[in-house]
């Protein structure tokens, strides 16, 4: 048999079709999150999982899996990262994966986890974890379940099922081992922090900053670095995140905290990092793996990219504190650059992930990478989990939550079903650090650049480099195929140290 292009033409067609299906319920979903009234919950998760339901049953048809099948046997010559063997590789990883999931379960789970995000609100705000206790074990149970299905007959474990979802390929012992790598250095760091002669001063960044003005700034740096208001929104809700809803509709979202500065604003850097890697994916491939993000490790890199590695720098700071310091007028009038800058960097064990710094926030991801993996391999159980969190917090940070809000019900990921999903953000850390590099090295330096406002140069490097290649390669391949190395945890530390020693007045 030869590669036939009709049969080709038919899978393409028949994936965008799921993906037309995806993002109305994408767009339910995202309404949800941003305005819709609390007792349209229960008709809101029927609409949903009906939709999730035909998504499926396109996704699993029989005979678009045997076409898929019988085009990946014929793909003869055609170039592995071209786009015509990834749409194939692609589409059949995800049909193998869906197969396995019977319709029934995958209902099930979209009932429980729209149900489980609107619990998980509740909860939070009456600080109460015995309110999400059931909807969670629930969860837990399903997410098991379907993790077991996937693995069934290959040396995967349930939990590296799921995770494979986010990463593709990935596997627990090697990511233990770049944690490792990482978290030595990084607890050394943290500790000389401690004990540094400087100090920055972080009531600087508490504050009056009026709404207002948040939103102005936010939207001015968004636009700069280069995410396109043509081709998507920024919006507010209570738990930030960034969702595509249609080729060029990106939706992003922010929260602003009147008396933290840098919720808003780097939060909203973070999310165009997200949203400017899905506006930089090629159209003319919605929805076929070309034109789909890589990994979510490689998506994290994108707006970890923006937030840290430009948000957090000097030369950053030059080119917007004259503006900050006039849209908060008179707040920041008694404020210097470099305290401001050095306010920004603060690095110190808190309670909350995304509030977290960029040294400390890694061994917020390690616990909750630790904890999932027992909640699905079954040796804790979700009575447990509230105290097993509070234990890692005291031994691995140092603190500990007075009540459950800021502690284990503090984040939305578990009550969503995205189980295996935290490790991505450490990867995608390691992964900025790394490309950040390479694009200095090969532009040749951006301080000049960053300090008249001028981010075109970097963008367009990662356009090239990651965002017009889909999922065209793996993200172990994007990575060295970029930086001209595979992805460890050098580029983070030398970055963080290089950063943070000098201001806290540290030997190199
Ligand atoms: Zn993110």
Redesign the pocket.
Known sequence: MTFSTDDFDFVAEHARDAMLLQTIADTLEWDERTGMPIDGGDYRANQVSTLRGMVHRRRTDAKYGETLQSLSENLGDEDPAGDVAATVRGLLRNWKRDHRLPEELVQRTSRATVKGQQRWDAARRADDFKMFRDTLAEIIDLKREAGQRIAEGTDRSPYEALLDEYEPDARVEPLNQVFQDLRKPLVELIDSIREAPRQPNRSLLERDFAIAGQRDLSRFVAERVGFDFQAGRLDETSHP??TTLGPRDCRILTRYDLNWLPAGLLGTL??A??GMYEQGMRSDWFGLPPGSYCSLGI??SQ??LWENQVGRSRPFWKWLFDRTQKTFAPTLDDVSLDDFHFAINQIQPSLIRVEADEATYNLHIIIRFDLEQQLIGGTLSVDDLPAAWDARYQSDLGVCAPSPANGVLQDVHWSAGLIGYFPT?TL?NLASAQLFDAAQAELGGFDDMFARGEFEPLLSWLRSRIHERGQCESGDALISRATGKSLSADALIGYLNGKLRPLYGLEA
Do not use: K
């Open positions: 995140f960034c973070h999310e990092g997200h998506h994290e707006s970890r953000y995608g």
